[in-house]
């Protein structure tokens, strides 16, 4: 047997026994389904590597409103450092629906701070993301929380919302020009 096939049955029993941790966590959750946080921070690993072929639908299942908290900011880390290295603007739009329209403040806010950590596109970069459409939904966004279209004004979201503006579109530079 060759080195690589070695890789390729020990990735596969990684990826076997992350699978077999995901179901049990199910059956007999852990505190706070840690199992599963790990689990799936893990497969991002994997893929991230090219250990396995990249696949959001598994992280996008775990984004849903019948998660734990912490397991739904997992998938969105994982979702997030998607767009980040394959420019995919399916998975930005979900991440921008799951920003608009989650129940939970905290996972929207979570959200927000997680892209303003780690921008899927800057604003000198050729990105596929970096598009207008992109923008006006993040100025609309922005408008609905701030002025509270929603229902009251949430500023702690707004704020979060400039920050990633900020972090996508503004150089440094920019602040001292005049």
Request: aromatic share 8%; hydrophobic share 40%.
């Amino acid at each position: 047997m060759t080195l690589a096939g070695c890789f390729v049955v020990d990735t596969k029993s990684i990826v076997e026994q992350m699978v077999k941790s995901l179901n049990l966590d199910k059956l007999v959750p852990s505190y706070k389904y840690c199992v599963t946080v790990s689990c799936l921070r893990g497969l991002r690993n994997l893929q991230r590597n090219g250990h396995i072929p990249n696949d959001a639908t598994l992280f996008k299942s775990y984004c849903s409103d019948n998660q734990f908290v912490d397991v739904r900011l997992a998938a969105i880390e994982a979702l997030i450092d998607f767009t980040r290295d394959d420019a995919n603007s399916y998975i930005l739009s979900f991440l921008l629906d799951v920003i608009e329209t989650d129940r939970n403040p905290f996972v929207r806010h979570s959200a927000l701070q997680m892209l303003s950590k780690s921008p899927p596109f800057s604003r000198t970069d050729a990105n596929p993301l970096n598009t207008e459409a992109t923008v006006d939904r993040l100025w609309n966004l922005m408008n609905r929380v701030a002025v509270g279209g929603e229902s009251l004004p949430n500023k702690p979201l707004a704020r979060a919302i400039v920050t990633l503006t900020t972090c996508s579109y503004v150089q440094m530079g920019d602040f001292g020009a005049a």
